[in-house]
Each structure stands twice: as C-alpha cells, then as structure tokens.
C-alpha cells in the first residue's frame, strides 16, 4: 500500500485585520535626491497610521500592531517605474516578529486620504492582505483589500 503524499506547503499566505484609530500625517520638503526621483523636485509625504488588530492567521491572532499606508505616484503613472523596480513586484509588506507586527503598504496617492477618511468615519473596518511566505517573519503583500460593515473578517476566515 503507498503512502499517502504530504501536500506541499503553501506559497502564499492571507492577513484579516480589524483597523481602528487611524491618523494621517504630511509633510512638505525639497527633494535633495534629485537622482531617485527626477520627476519630482520636491517631497511631499503623506501616510495613513493605523492600528490593527489581527484574526488571520490563528498564530498571530490576537496581535496588535501598527499599519502605514504611503501614496506612491508610480502607481498612477507606470512609465515611473523601472523594467526591474520592486514596487511591480509587490505592493508592501507584513512583518511579524517577536517584538514587532507591522504591516507597510504603498498605494495610488488618491486612495491613501480616501482611506483614512473612511477608517475615521467608520466606513472601512477591516484590511485583508495576501502574498507569497517569505521566512524571518516578512511577509511581501501583493494584494490589499479594504472592507466596510457589510464584511464580517471572523466568518470569511471560518
């Protein structure tokens, strides 16, 4: 009798946030990398902070962490990015160590405000990120969703 295959283990994995108490922060300076970013001579920083709390996967459940959400123009206009940028790869990142759970994402400039003003008006409740394992607790996030009170994070993750 053959023995039954182990399955293989898997190569991507999903994050399910609940979000709360966002903040937003700018900043305006000249760009003295004038070699990174040609196209723009000045900096103009914009982030959405958030908490979040974690329910998927069950062994970071329960974890609370911090959330940044960073507008990237490139993402509006892809002639910005470069044949091998990173930033066609993946889109941001969960880190989860022992002392820190962190999750980075860069999106559309647009989307950043419209997001933390719906985190702060109570319209967006949850987060969901999904992307390939990667080991020492970073995980590179190739997919971010965003959902209001209609999505219930505890029944989609069973």
Known sequence: MARAKKPPPPTHEEFVFHVRAPSLS??????????RREWRPFDEHQTVNFITECIWPDRFKGREGKATLYPEPAFIDHKLLDDDDVRRKWIGYVRATKGEFETTLWLPPPVCWRLGEAMASGLIRSMLTNGPI????????????FYGQEFDPVAYVG
Not at 26 to 35: A, G, L
Not at 134 to 145: C, D, I, K, Q
């Open 26 to 35: 700018y900043s305006f300076s000249i760009e003295h990398n004038r070699q």
């Open 134 to 145: 990667e080991p020492r607790g970073m995980h590179r996030a190739t997919s971010a969703s």
